[in-house]
């Protein structure tokens, strides 16, 4: 506590001195900001860490109205690139849990789109395609009537078929794992998009023979050696497990889902820079909501009759 208060004195006393431009074209500003936007995300995945996030976006966008001079940009290009498409991928993260107003638009997925970013796991294009179903997951929360009208039906049936027609590449060919972790994602942002867009639940067809499929690569890539890059998947597959039935084939034999998820975030959680408790904590509480709803049902079936 006593370094990141000392931290935060940092930044305060650097945006009372300087102005904006001079702010924005240092490069400890921004490298501080996706340090303290991590520990925010590790400590306790609140609000907290978008308070940084906002402030790296305006960084971003004053320095980007000011180009470095040539010796500038010759040192510090890759380290505001790299920061801008990190924050632009946690903004994307966030907006699939709470389908919030966009930060970073899509300037950040531009460069080399198909080929796999390894610090995310997977290409700024799927990315890219994931705000853009959050966008329209904003827009169907707002106005629910809107997911019938032709544009909506429309704009989602385009995304997913650029998500089932992407082609993810690597800079080695032979990294393996690497393809793997990149088509699990894609693999996940599909079941996504069908849950939010389309109102599948867990009991419908295609989430029902995605899900598996999903917690199988999960599993393969567990087996590879990739620990890192799997919350976001695992987390989408666990919250569409279907209740009455979370049977799972891995390794020729029949494991539980349920069970399988919490083995997995507790391997992970020695490797890995994120909060997996919090995400832990979510996908039980999303368990037992519907656990409750099933046994609600039954209840009331059992009085009618």
């Given amino acids: 506590m006593q370094l990141k208060a000392r931290v935060l004195h940092f930044l305060r006393g650097r945006l009372n001195q300087g102005d904006s431009v001079e702010i924005s074209r240092d490069p400890e500003m921004i490298t501080t900001s996706v340090i303290m936007c991590l520990y925010e995300i590790i400590d ?12 790296a976006r305006d960084i971003i966008r004053i320095r980007k109205q000011f180009p470095l001079l040539a010796t500038e940009k010759s040192l510090w290009q890759p380290l505001f690139s790299f920061s801008e ?20 638009k899509s300037c950040a997925w531009t460069s080399k789109a198909h080929e796999i970013d390894i610090s995310m796991g997977c290409s700024p294009e799927l990315f890219h ?22 544009l909506f039906i429309n704009e989602a049936a385009s995304l997913e078929q650029r998500l089932n027609g992407l082609i993810q590449t690597v800079h080695q060919d ?7 972790s990149a088509e699990l994602k894609r693999q996940a942002a599909i079941l996504y998009l069908h849950c939010t867009l389309y109102n599948a639940s867990p009991n419908t067809d295609f989430v029902v023979r995605r899900v598996p499929e999903i917690l199988q690569n999960i599993s393969l890539c567990l087996d590879s ?5 799997l919350t976001w998947p695992v987390f989408v597959a666990a919250v569409e497990l279907n209740p ?5 084939m891995l390794d020729n034999r ?5 069970e399988f998820v919490l083995s997995t975030l507790a391997v992970m959680s020695t490797c890995t820079i994120a909060n997996l408790e919090r ?19 039954t209840m009331q079936g059992i009085t009618s009759d």
């Fill in 244 to 248: 009455l039935d979370d049977m799972i």
């Fill in 254 to 258: 029949h494991v539980s889902g349920r």
């Fill in 44 to 55: 306790a995945c609140d609000e907290q860490w978008v308070v940084y996030l906002r402030g």
């Fill in 174 to 180: 032979d990294d393996c794992v690497i393809l793997h």
């Fill in 129 to 150: 395609i994931l705000g853009s179903v959050t966008d329209l997951i904003k827009l169907k929360r707002k106005d629910p009537m809107c997911a019938s009208e032709e």
């Fill in 225 to 229: 050696g990739l620990v890192t890059s």
């Fill in 279 to 297: 995400t832990r904590s979510v996908i039980v509480d999303v368990w037992q909501r519907r656990d409750l709803s099933l046994l609600e049902n």
């Fill in 85 to 104: 498409r990190f924050f632009a991928y946690q903004d994307v993260l966030g907006r699939t849990a709470c389908a919030g107003v966009p930060n970073f």
